[in-house]
């Protein structure tokens, strides 16, 4: 089950449904399924805070991914700054929304097992992000 969740922020417009069904995609190409996800849409406030809290690292990030993911089954919390998201976005030169996918799909895929901070994982994950994308775009043109 996946859920959906804002703290201090508007809750982004995505149709949940339609998102839901592209995350279940997206997992089952790496043989997992979505046990429960939690996205919980925060400022740049409230993503600071956690990740001084939890990960005693002290600056702003897109997405803060809690993995308790167990066998096949992908389970974990979400954090995501859509004040980071938006800004991001500018400096990448995509649209909030493009962003946005991204981000949402990006935690799903260090669930799935992809990780970015090692030698050539960037690439890797990007690849992912993107083979990611193109199959919300082909799920959601037939709708």
Request: contains cysteine; proline residues 1%; aromatic residues 10%.
């Amino acid at each position: 089950m996946i859920t959906y969740h804002a703290e201090g922020v508007r809750m982004p417009d995505i149709k949940k449904r339609e998102n839901t069904e592209w995350v279940k995609a997206v997992a089952a190409t790496y043989g997992k399924r979505v046990g429960e996800i939690a996205y919980i849409f925060v400022d740049d406030e409230k993503i600071l805070e956690v990740n001084r809290q939890y990960l005693q690292h002290d600056y702003y990030t897109d997405i803060i991914t809690f993995d308790y993911c167990e066998g096949d089954r992908i389970s974990g919390d979400l954090f995501i700054s859509l004040d980071t998201v938006r800004s991001n976005a500018e400096l990448v030169g995509a649209t909030y929304e493009e962003e946005l996918y991204r981000v949402i799909i990006h935690g799903i895929l260090h669930l799935c097992g992809i990780n970015d901070k090692g030698p050539g994982e960037r690439e890797i994950m990007e690849a992912a992000e993107d083979k990611a994308l193109t199959l919300r775009l082909e799920m959601t043109a037939g709708q």
